[in-house]
């Protein structure tokens, strides 16, 4: 993608000077619009708009790739937690079009909020909703 802001990262189109890792399915940077002090972004190297349009392969190298920058980034920066994010379209929050995945790190009193529970099934309304989303599993 010509207009794609982590496409040119990985092309060294744009200079930045967070940079932590790449092998050859992923691309590891510090957020520029980080929560907290060490938030990383995991991104492929191949551009997928989001998470459905990945394919097996790059998912798994990624899942990799998240696991072991998370234990960097708690380890560097002493958090008591990490917090693994991604937004997927527009109204969950997804800015940036190219998938990516957030480490953020998180201490203790440090303020970020997590969302608070605005529903509760009735009656059967979670055993249908299951049964919805299990209708729909990809093997």
Same mark, same amino acid.
């Given at each position: 993608?010509?207009?794609?802001?982590?496409? +040119?990262?990985? +092309? %060294?189109?744009?200079?930045?000077? *967070?940079?932590?890792?790449?092998?050859? !399915?992923?691309?590891?940077?510090? *957020? *520029? $619009?980080?929560?907290?002090?060490?938030? =990383?972004?995991?991104?492929?190297? %191949?551009?997928?708009?989001?998470? !459905?349009?990945?394919?097996? #392969?790059?998912?798994? /190298?990624?899942?990799? =790739?998240?696991?072991?920058? *998370? &234990?960097?980034?708690?380890?560097?920066? #002493?958090?008591?937690?990490?917090?693994?994010?991604?937004?997927?379209? &527009?109204?969950? $929050?997804?800015?940036?079009?190219?998938?990516?995945?957030? @480490?953020?790190?998180?201490?203790?009193?440090? $303020?970020? /909020?997590?969302?608070?529970?605005?529903?509760? !099934?009735?009656? %059967?309304?979670?055993?249908? =909703?299951?049964?919805?989303? +299990?209708?729909?599993? @990809? /093997?």
């Amino acid at each position: 993608m010509d207009d794609c802001v982590f496409c +040119k990262i990985i +092309k %060294g189109e744009i200079q930045h000077d *967070s940079f932590i890792y790449e092998d050859d !399915y992923s691309y590891v940077f510090l *957020s *520029s $619009g980080p929560v907290n002090f060490g938030h =990383t972004l995991v991104i492929p190297k %191949g551009h997928y708009a989001n998470i !459905y349009e990945m394919p097996d #392969e790059a998912m798994q /190298k990624l899942a990799i =790739t998240v696991r072991n920058a *998370s &234990r960097s980034v708690k380890e560097a920066t #002493e958090a008591h937690g990490i917090n693994i994010m991604m937004n997927n379209d &527009r109204p969950a $929050g997804q800015v940036v079009f190219h998938a990516h995945f957030h @480490i953020i790190p998180r201490f203790q009193g440090d $303020g970020f /909020k997590h969302w608070e529970s605005k529903i509760a !099934y009735k009656k %059967g309304q979670a055993a249908e =909703t299951a049964g919805k989303i +299990k209708e729909k599993i @990809i /093997k």
